[in-house]
């Protein structure tokens, strides 16, 4: 049972060579920050007995070496539902970091017995990263090995000025009880009164106490505003009797309660007050029941999904958290326990670094990503920091959620209109700029506020982006009406580009249903265990009021996405961006390659790669709006079997009309998309109706060049010159040529 390593030979060899590191004085600013150690093989357990040894790594915050007290332990494959609790405590700081970690080791999260671990570390700051050693015990073994760890910026930030909760102290979820006043003075203004009459509006909706989103607790939270805030004792028991059905109604997975349990907590932080001692007491104690459901989790059996880019994950704990927060120090309490809402915080932390990429895009697809946001996520951010005084969105990707979604989101007469990707064609809406006015980042406020302020505020169609009814309240709490806003061309750029996820998105302005946006999405990642979709390389096209390169229907089949697919082979995976280039007008270029491999018939292995350069050009150089140059080529066994017939795919939503080499879809609104294969030279063309539009099909050779303008009269003359690859495309004063697996422009 035991496993052992030669501690200082191994802490030589991982600093490099033979020179003894005591001659090496530690940079003691280089330990400031989060540091995250990970230890080989520091947990066991028996299976089958026999023990299984797996790495824990310890999460620590630490300023020039001097870290604070509590170290958290995360143990992902030993037991991915539960984060580990210890101490730490520095012992030595001069030719290596040496620390003393005591931590409670929890091999299950539906049993509450501990194993307390021992460890000693010694490591040293090492070319950026840290190496070192440890040797420890855990149930009398003797535990050793490696140490690699990294420092990074902090994760969260202190809110500047606040005020630790008094006793008791309701409501504190999304706004404190001293801003009240406030708030019930904000209530006669126009704005407020605006937004009071929207929610009541909203209140007159359904409620649904199941389903994949039961929003009785959401119903009942604004009925406990609208009592806090106009002082209406009926209000809160309306209130009441609505939570007290859900809290009676469970949702029949973690998945659906997660919007029980998060509307329940909302509601009685807002009714605390109203509902008196005995109903708050039941609450706590039910809220606390469920908190502690939500954190360890449940089996596969039940649906459950405890990956951490699991839209499911996040919407478990994200509720886990608003409700831990909703009842912390709490004197109805049983058995309260320490860090709930810090155990919920990490859980959403690791989601926000693996699912949501570095620029916003989640790897599950626009639907899949913000419906957890809006429901629990975004709810538990924003209580975090009124309740605990820590910032959890300025270090973290979640600052990047609404700038993304600001970059491209078209919005025509109020609605809002998104060319999404993912299983599900969709995604919140108005509903997500609502609730994200809470986290947005100072420097791209004024940017959301104009797209606020011109669709849902009283300039717009006054609905505020309220959907369900508890959106009300956190836009009543964060939209101020005089707060500056500006065209979002002021405060960010036209081009996004997310380097984790591999998306690309480019925009031409921010003004009206005309604007132009081009994305295509590389799926960089490829995480198992979630919703995957087969949309590698695909792209989305709108402008002119129309989505000229759609998605295609629901349900996450390669025939719906617009891609070059072969009907014998699996499809593509994962994608790597080759080259990239984009200016400040919007415009840009993406190569990017991915690969197919078989198993080898012979000693030679069976490879095709796809090589697909994607170009966009709003420069109006060609005398069109926007001009979209798709160039595809394959490369290794093009002509094996399985990678025959490959098929040039694009969904659209208006009525195309086919040429000899040409399509040409028009629009209801008289605008066009002409589309022009400059290669195969023998390019076979059909169109094929589908319930989302139609789907233009091209086959005929083993590379695909297509050039697309957009306008509102007669599309630009193209002109073709030379043969083969050699082609020389002209269009107005733009010349494309396709070189070296790329794109060019004359004009760029």
């Avoid at 026999?50 to 170290?71: F, M, N, R, V, W």
Wanted: with cysteine; hydrophobic share 35%.
């Amino acid at each position: 049972m035991k496993k052992i390593y030669l501690i200082i030979p191994a802490l030589i060899f991982l600093l490099g060579g033979t020179e003894s590191p005591i001659n090496r004085k530690i940079d003691v600013k280089s330990l400031t920050g989060n540091i995250s150690l990970t230890l080989k093989n520091a947990v066991w357990r028996l299976q089958e007995n026999k023990p299984i040894y797996q790495s824990l790594t310890l999460d620590l915050t630490c300023h020039k070496g001097q870290c604070e007290p509590q170290a958290w332990g995360y143990a992902p494959k030993f037991n991915i539902d539960v984060d580990h609790i210890g101490t730490v405590k520095v012992i030595g700081l001069d030719n290596a970091w040496r620390l003393e970690v005591k931590m409670n080791i929890q091999d299950h999260p539906w049993r509450s017995q501990f194993d307390q671990a021992d460890y000693i570390l010694e490591v040293v700051p090492r070319q950026e990263k840290l190496l070192g050693t440890y040797r420890g015990t855990l149930k009398n073994a003797t535990l050793t090995g490696r140490i690699v760890g990294k420092v990074e910026s902090f994760t969260t930030v202190a809110v500047a000025n606040h005020q630790p909760l008094l006793p008791q102290e309701h409501p504190r979820l999304i706004f404190r009880k001293s801003q009240l006043d406030s708030l019930r003075a904000k209530a006669k203004t126009p704005v407020g009164k605006a937004i009071l009459k929207q929610i009541n509006q909203s209140l007159k909706q359904p409620i649904y106490y199941d389903g994949y989103v039961p929003t009785g607790g959401y119903h009942g939270a604004a009925y406990c505003f609208l009592s806090l805030i106009n002082e209406d004792d009926q209000k809160a028991q309306t209130g009441w009797e609505i939570t007290e059905k859900s809290m009676n109604k469970p949702g029949k997975r973690l998945l659906e309660h997660s919007a029980v349990v998060a509307g329940v907590a909302l509601a009685y932080d807002m009714c605390y007050e109203a509902w008196g001692e005995a109903k708050q007491k039941q609450v706590t104690q039910w809220l606390q029941t469920e908190t502690n459901k939500l954190l360890r989790g449940s089996s596969a059996k039940t649906g459950w999904n405890n990956n951490p880019w699991s839209n499911w994950h996040a919407r478990s704990r994200g509720a886990a958290g608003l409700a831990a927060l909703a009842i912390l120090d709490e004197p109805y309490l049983k058995n309260p326990e320490p860090y709930q809402a810090q155990k919920a915080a990490r859980h959403i932390q690791r989601y926000l670094r693996t699912a949501i990429g570095d620029h916003g895009f989640g790897i599950e697809g626009d639907h899949y990503t913000t419906e957890p946001l809006i429901l629990t996520v975004m709810p538990f951010l924003q209580a975090y920091r009124h309740v605990l005084g820590e910032d959890l969105v300025e270090n973290s990707h979640a600052a990047e959620i609404v700038p993304h979604y600001l970059q491209r989101t078209i919005t025509q007469k109020g609605k809002f209109f998104l060319p999404n990707y993912g299983r599900h064609r969709r995604f919140a809406g108005p509903a997500l700029f609502a609730m994200g006015l809470g986290i947005v980042p100072k420097q791209f406020l004024p940017g959301v506020l104009w797209l606020f302020n011109q669709n849902l505020a009283l300039k717009g169609d006054q609905s505020f982006g309220i959907d369900l009814p508890y959106q009300g309240i956190f836009v009543f709490a964060n939209y101020e009406p005089e707060q500056k806003s500006a065209n979002p061309v002021q405060v960010m750029d036209k081009i996004l580009v997310d380097k984790q996820q591999g998306f690309f998105s480019f925009r031409n302005r921010w003004q009206d249903e005309q604007d132009v946006s081009a994305s295509i999405y590389l799926r960089r990642q490829s995480l198992g265990g979630s919703w995957a979709f087969p949309d590698t390389g695909s792209f989305r096209i709108w402008g002119l009021g129309e989505e000229w390169a759609s998605p295609g229907l629901p349900g996450g089949h390669i025939t719906d996405e617009n891609v070059v697919m072969m009907p014998k082979s699996r499809p593509w995976g994962t994608a790597i961006p080759t080259l990239f280039l984009s200016n400040s007008e919007g415009s840009g270029l993406v190569n990017f390659k991915t690969n197919i491999s078989l198993p080898p018939e012979t000693s030679k292995p069976i490879k095709l790669t796809w090589i697909r350069s994607f170009g966009v050009d709003y420069s109006q150089s060609s005398g069109s709006p926007g001009l979209f140059v798709i160039a595809d080529e394959f490369k290794g066994n093009i002509d094996h079997p399985t990678f025959a017939d490959k098929t040039w795919i694009m969904h659209t939503v208006g009525t195309v009309t086919l040429g000899k080499n040409r399509f040409l879809i028009r629009s209801k609104n008289g605008a066009t998309l002409q589309g022009t294969f400059i290669l195969p030279d023998s390019v076979k063309l059909r169109v094929e109706k589908t319930s989302a539009g139609s789907k233009i099909v091209a086959s005929g050779d083993n590379i695909f060049w297509v050039v697309m303008t957009i306008q509102k009269g007669t599309p630009p003359e193209v002109k073709v010159t030379g043969t083969g690859l050699d082609k020389v495309v002209r269009i107005g004063k733009q010349e494309i040529t396709y070189q070296q697996d790329r794109i060019f422009w004359s004009i760029f």
